[in-house]
């Protein structure tokens, strides 16, 4: 992560020589996301890609305390 005075630098140009510098520009890392077929399967067969899906965070949900679920549930309908 760059710092602070960095971060000036590549966005507004600015260095302690001046603004005429050449600055660098900030460029992000990409990361890729998943797809709508990797989620739907995550989603319902919970894929171990270190990625907590809805489903898998409702499955540890019901499977922690099945009550509790239910009750919860039925209150916020």
């Known amino acids: 992560m760059a710092s602070t005075t960095e971060q000036m630098e590549q966005v507004f140009g600015f260095t302690p020589q001046g603004l005429d510098q050449e600055v660098k520009k900030y460029k992000p890392e990409l990361s890729k996301g ?3 077929g990797e989620l739907i399967v995550d989603n319902i067969l919970g894929l171990d890609n270190e990625y907590e899906s809805f489903g898998e965070k409702l499955g540890k949900a019901v499977n922690e305390d ?8 039925a209150v916020g309908i």
Do not use: G, N, P, R
Not at 66 to 73: C, G, R, T
């Open 66 to 73: 099945e009550i509790k679920f239910l009750k919860d549930a």
């Open 34 to 36: 998943l797809s709508y």
